[in-house]
C-alpha cells in the first residue's frame, strides 16, 4: 500500500466582502489530492483536502517542503503498524521533519490541508465515513446524531445597509438556521450597535454572535463590552489580537457574557497559551481552532487531550471554517458544534449539498470519508484543479 | 522616486549539521533584491535581503503575496511623507495588507527577508551605513562602537567527538571571539556534560552558553539546569518548546542562571507575551528575536519600544541570526550584541570580510547600507541570483 500521487493547485474564493481587518478580494485555498493504490470498484482511492478560508493558498510550502518529504518517505514508512492504512501520524511527523519548533503559521496551513485529504483517504479505504472512523478509534463510538451549526455571515460590503443585514439573516433562518453570525469593528461604535439591534430584533439577542475578527485595543473592547451586554448576545467573538492573552484575560473578569476566539491560533502551543493565560471562562467560552488551518485532525486530537487534561470540557470546543472536516470532527468527537458558511468562500463553503439544516442542528450524513464528492459544485471544482 | 523591481531566488546554505530538533541538510533562504530608480554612480540603487537560517526559503509567499501588492500599489504610497526616500514602515504595511491577525510564521520571515532588502535600498539612498542612520533616526546619535558577538556553533555531526569540539571552540578562540556556543540536547544529559566539560575547560565555563534548541520538557531542563548549574555557564538557551511560557517561567524560579530565548517567537505579538509570561527575569536574562525572521528591523523597533515599556533595557536584546543586519541593530541602537556564523550556513553566515574581532567585540564597519556588498563571497552568490 503506498500514495501514487500528490497534487495540489491553488483555488480563488474571492468574495466581495470584509470584516474588521482584511477584505477577501484576493483570498485564495490550496486544493490537494493524495492518490493511493488501494482500488476500490476499479478505481484508486484518493484523498482531498483544502485549507480553510482567511491565511491564503500555501503552494509554495506544500511543493518546497511538505510534499516532497512524503514522497521520498521509505516503504510502509507512513502506514499503521499492522499496514492496513495509512497513519496520518506517521504522515504528519515525516512531512513535517526538519521543521523548527514554533512559528506556527502558513506552515500549519499547508500541513492542514494536506492533513485533511490523508483522513479523507483513510476513512475512504476503510469505507467509512469519516465522522464514524473518529467516533470509533477515538471515542469509544460515542457520536452526535445532529451538531449545532451556525453561519459565519453579517459581513461588511459596499452598499450593505440595515435592511440588507436584516435579509441576510432572514435568508439564514429560513434556511434553518438558529444562531446567527454577524462581523462588527470595521464601523463606530454607535453604528455597529444599530447594526446588532438590527439583527437582535429579527432572532432574539441571545441567538447573535458578534465577531471583531481580532480588531479592537483593551479600551475599546471594553466599551463594546458594555455597550453590547444588554443584548445577552450568543457570543462575543475575537475581541482583541489572537495573541493577546493579557487583554483577553482583561475583558473576561468584566464582560459577563461569553466570549470565543482561537480561530487564529494554529498549533497546540498556541491553544494551550489562550487556556493558560487568556482568561477563558470554561463553564461559558468557546475555543475556535480551526484543524484544516492549525497542522489538521491530527493536531486536534492532541489539542482535544490537552484541553481535557486542563479541565475543559470538549464542548466548548466549535471549529472556525465551516467546512465539512469540522462538521464531521463535531459530530464523530462530539464538540460543541461547528461554523458553516452557507453564503460565502464558495464553492469550499458549507457542507454537502443533502445537508438538511433544523433549528440549527446539521446531521452529518454517510457519505464515504468526508464526503466531498457529495457537495458538487465543490467537488467538480477540485477535480478540475487536482483531479 | 518608484521601485522598479523586485527579483527573488531561494539560495541552499545546506550544511551537515544538525542540533537537537532538525539537520540542516535542506536548508534554504530567501534572496531579495528591490531595484529603484534612484541613481548613483550611474547605476540604480538596489537594496538586497535574504531571511534568516532555520526557516527556509519563502518563494511562495513573496511571489503570491508580499511583492505583488508592492508592485501594485500607487505612485507615492511607498514614500516618506517628505518624498526624498522609501518609508519602511508604508512598504511594511503595503506587503501585509490583508492579511490576518496571528499566525507569524512563515509569513514573517518572507516578510523579514524583503523589509532587510528595503532598509538597505533606503540606507543607501542616504549614502549611509545602515546603523549609522539608525542611530541618528530613533537612537539620537547614540551608537556602539563595537558589539559583542558571539559564534553560534558546537553543532553535532556525524563523528564529531571531544576532541574535534575543543578544535572548533579553539578556532573560534583563534578568531578573536571569547564567549562560544554549543548545542545539548541531542544525546543524553551525561554525555552532554561531557561535551560542556570539555569546552568549559578550554575556555572557562562563564564564557560557554549551550543550546537545547526548544527540545527538553520541564524535567528534563530543569535536570540539565541543575547539573550544568557548577558550570556557571553564559546562557541556557531554549530549553523548552519556544511557545511554552509555563516551562520558561519554571525553570526560571529553579535555576539561578541566565536564560536565552525568542529565536522561534516571529512578531511583536509573540516577543510580548515571552516577556508578560515566561518568567524572564530583566537583570539577567536574554531576548533573542531575529529581525530577518520576524518582519524585519520595522517590527523590531516596535518590539524594543515595547520592551522598554515593560521596564526591560535594550540591552537584553540580542539578535539571532549571525547576519550584518543584526550588527548594524546592536551597533546602531546599543543592543546587547549579535550572534555571528564564522563556519556555518555560508555564504550566508557571518559579517563583512573585513570585520574584525577582537576579544569578543565586533565593529560595524562603514560600508553603506547593510554591507553585503564587503562579503564577497555572499555577495557574488546573491548577483548571481538576483542581479
Not at 44 to 56: A, D, L, Q
Not at 336 to 345: A, D
Request: aromatic residues 8%.
Amino acid at each position: 500500500m503506498r500514495i501514487t500521487d500528490i497534487r495540489e493547485a491553488t483555488a480563488s474564493i474571492s468574495s466581495n466582502i470584509q470584516n474588521a481587518y482584511v477584505n477577501f478580494s484576493q483570498m485564495t485555498v490550496s486544493v490537494i489530492a493524495v492518490e493511493s493504490d488501494v482500488m476500490r470498484h476499479g478505481r484508486p482511492v484518493i484523498g482531498y483536502g483544502f485549507c480553510s478560508n482567511g491565511r491564503y493558498a500555501q503552494g509554495g510550502i506544500l511543493r518546497e517542503r511538505l510534499i516532497p518529504r512524503l514522497t521520498a518517505a521509505g516503504e510502509g514508512a507512513l502506514l499503521s503498524d499492522d499496514g492496513g492504512n495509512f497513519d496520518p501520524r506517521k504522515i504528519r511527523d515525516t512531512m513535517l521533519a526538519n521543521e523548527k519548533p514554533g512559528g506556527h503559521g502558513d506552515r500549519a496551513v499547508a500541513a492542514g490541508a494536506l492533513d485533511m485529504a490523508v483522513w479523507d483517504l483513510v476513512a475512504k479505504i476503510e469505507e467509512r465515513p469519516l465522522w464514524r472512523l473518529l467516533s470509533e478509534r477515538y471515542n469509544g463510538g460515542g457520536h452526535d446524531e445532529r451538531v449545532m451549526v451556525y453561519p459565519g455571515g453579517g459581513y461588511y460590503y459596499p452598499g450593505k445597509g440595515l435592511d440588507r443585514l436584516q435579509d441576510e439573516m432572514r435568508g439564514y433562518r429560513d434556511e434553518g438556521y438558529k444562531v446567527v453570525k454577524m462581523k462588527i469593528g470595521a464601523v463606530p461604535l454607535a453604528e455597529d450597535l444599530g447594526r446588532i439591534e438590527a439583527v437582535a430584533g429579527l432572532v432574539g439577542g441571545n441567538d447573535v454572535a458578534v465577531d471583531a475578527n481580532g480588531r479592537f485595543d483593551l479600551e475599546t473592547a471594553l466599551a463594546y463590552g458594555e455597550a453590547m451586554a444588554p443584548f445577552g448576545l450568543f457570543w462575543f467573538e475575537e475581541p482583541g489580537d489572537p495573541l493577546d492573552f493579557e487583554l483577553n484575560a482583561e475583558l473576561a473578569t468584566r464582560y459577563s457574557g461569553a466570549l470565543a476566539t482561537g480561530e487564529n491560533l494554529f498549533s497546540l502551543q498556541d491553544a494551550r497559551n489562550l487556556i493558560r493565560h487568556g482568561g477563558m471562562r470554561p463553564d461559558r467560552d468557546w475555543i475556535q481552532i480551526d484543524p484544516a488551518l492549525s497542522y489538521g485532525l491530527t493536531e486536534y486530537l492532541d489539542i482535544i487531550q490537552m484541553i481535557e487534561g486542563l479541565g475543559w470540557s470538549r464542548r466548548c470546543l466549535i471549529p472556525h471554517g465551516g467546512h465539512q472536516l469540522a462538521l464531521a470532527l463535531a459530530a464523530g468527537l462530539q464538540l460543541g458544534g461547528s461554523e458553516s458558511y452557507p453564503g460565502v468562500f464558495q464553492p469550499f463553503g458549507g457542507f454537502a449539498d443533502d445537508t438538511v439544516i433544523v433549528d440549527g442542528w446539521a446531521e452529518p450524513g454517510e457519505h464515504m470519508g468526508i464526503g466531498m464528492e457529495a457537495k458538487s459544485a465543490m467537488f467538480a471544482e477540485i477535480q478540475r484543479l487536482v483531479g
